[in-house]
Every structure is written in C-alpha cells, then in structure tokens.
C-alpha cells in the first residue's frame, strides 16, 4: 500500500555532502550571516553557511499566499508559515533526524498540508505569538540559528509585468506569464519589520540575498520598512546570489544585469557589494568588447515564453557574458562568476561549489568591513 505521506522536497538531503566538512576559511568561524529570502533558495545559503562555521540566521518573507500556507493563512488567519518551515528545516542539528523529517511531511489526503505548516500555526494560536511559536519549534528541532519573519503584519504582495499587467497575491505573481517589473504591498495600515530581523540585519558581518524567487521571496522583504535601511546602516558586506535558471514566468527572459536591475529599482542601488552568477564556461573577453562595454543594449528576450513553454517546465539558464559583467561590476558589485548547478538537477546549486563561492566571500568581508 502506497504510503498516505509525502516528503516535501527540499534542499537539506542535497547539501548533505557538506554537512559535516571542515570551514574552509578561519575566518568564517564566529562570522555572524543573515539570509534574506524564502521559499526553498534561502535553504541552500543557511545550509552552505553552518558548513562553514558561520553563526547563521533567517530573514524570511512574510507574502506567501499559495499552497498550504494560503489556505491556512485564509482559513485560519495564520501568519504565512511556510517559508519559516523550510528555513527551520535547514537550521535543524541533524537533517535525518525524524522529527525534522516529519515536519516536511505533506498529508495528500488533507488538502497537502505539511506537518510543519500545521504545528507552527497550532502553536501561534495556542501561544498567541508568531514568534513564540517559531521558538518552539527551533527547540524541538534543535535549530543551529534563529528564524525572524520580516514582520507580521498580513500584507498582500501586488506586482505589474513588463507588458503593463497588474496582479494581486504572491502566488499568481509567481507564475505570471510575463516577466515582473515591479512588486509592492498593497495599500493599507503600513507594515511594520519585525524589531529581531532588523536586530539581525544590523550585526551581521554576511548579508545574503537569495537564490529564490526574485519578486516574490526575495524583494518582499526590501518592501518592508526599516529593512532597507537595516542594511544600509549594517556593517556587514552583501552578497546577492543570482538564480541559476528560471522554470516559471516571474524572471522569464531577465539577464542577470536585469536581475540587478530590479533590485536596484526595489531599494538597492549601491548597498550590493558581491553578486554571485552562474556561468557554465568562464567570462571570456570578446573581440569587440571595447566597443559595447558603455552601450545600454535593450533586451531582446521575449516578454513572454514561447506557447506552452511554461507547462512543460522548460529551463531556461539566467544569461551573463563578460561585457554585462563588466556593466554591473560599475555600478558597485563585485562579480563573482562561477559554474555553479548541479550536473544532475540544472536548477539546483552544486553544494560544493556553492560553498567555495561563500567561503571566499567570507574571507573578503572579514578582513574589509563596511
């Protein structure tokens, strides 16, 4: 008999490999990261950063309205706990221990809810307490680092492509046929960031953004106020890991200057100190690349996918080459290019090469502090 349970696919049993390694870099030890983010990127950079000793928390987004987390955030007036739940995943002491397997369990025969999704809105009931319920759980999984929502205040995530549409709720955004151009919180009493995140975003030494879902888990939190200026303030470096690929409509055809691009329009223009890219082959310098190095050459993707693209799950890798690198390293990042996917899964990262990525970045923003 088929079992009435299914394990929630995350990134924890792909890091495994590097669980246990060594830090590479002295200097990561006693290093104090924040990743800010959600759905199942943000797991990746707090699985990569513990492998390397860093002392390591969550900012996570607060705007999830699809799924599990939908419909109990409209039924029982929870706040969204899923995004909370993969990154609790990721911090938990041992990934195969079964509680922490237990809380990715989806029960298909009641509405695909995750015990965990289901544990954290009980106990935000039961405590009254978002954050207290948050508590709880990273002691029954013996969480290496904390998890703070980016407020929690109910907020409804809006968005326009680049085609002029505009959409309410993060669910659709995050499969909008177009790619976005904007998002921004519906009006409303204004939300309010959650005082711990900030605490976190001031004293950390590493600020992650990402890899996720650009508009959808990783600038929601920006929207958030105080946030921005948390980072600007912060004497910590940031990092923004660019995705690897794109297999909804959300980012369809952005190039990863146009992913800084957006960025930039969100808040932050000058705060990106590294910017990691995926590149299967090394940056090569073009014959004619003194020529088009200063041209702001419009995108020629398509706003839309070819028909039907979409549904068959198509990948589609995030472009770079040197001239465009070179663009975004004058507007302030640093450049980080390197191949970074998983031979066997193409939208994964590779942990290993994920984690020789931080660990050099660590080491660079240790020895040069904002």
Known sequence: MPSPFKLDPSATAAFSAIRDSEPVVSSAEEAKAVVIGGGTGAPASIQTLLSLGASTSAVVAMADDGGSTGQLRNAAHVTPPGDVRKCLVALAADPSAPLTNAFKYRFEFANNHTLGNLMLSALENATESFPEAIRIC??????????????????????????????????????????????????????????????????????????????????????????????????????????????????????????????????????????????????????????????????????????????????????????????????GPVVIARNLADPERPTWHDPLALRAAFAEVLKKCRSQQR
């Open 138 to 331: 990273e002691d029954l999984l013996d969480a290496r680092g904390h998890v703070y929502p980016s407020t929690l205040d109910n907020i409804t995530l809006c968005g326009r492509t680049l085609d002029g549409e505009t959409i309410e709720g993060q669910a659709l955004l995050s499969h909008a046929k177009t790619a976005l151009n904007e998002v921004w919180i519906k009006e409303g009493p204004q939300a309010r960031a959650y005082p711990l995140a900030i605490k976190a975003i001031c004293e950390a030494d590493l600020i992650v953004l990402g890899p996720g879902s650009l508009f959808t888990s990783i600038i929601p939190n920006l929207l958030v106020p105080g946030v921005l200026e948390a980072i600007e303030s912060s004497r910590g470096k940031v990092l923004f890991v660019c995705g690897l690929a794109d297999m909804q409509g959300e980012t369809w055809g952005l190039s990863a200057e146009e992913h800084l691009d957006a960025l930039i329009r969100h808040g932050m223009g000058g705060l990106i100190d590294y910017m990691l890219v995926h590149t299967p082959q090394p940056l090569k310098r073009s014959k004619v690349a003194d020529r088009i190095l200063d041209i702001d050459t419009p995108s020629v993707t398509p706003l839309r996918p070819p028909a039907g693209l979409l549904k068959r799950a198509a990948i589609r890798p995030v472009s770079i080459n040197y001239e465009s690198a070179q663009r975004i390293q004058q507007r």
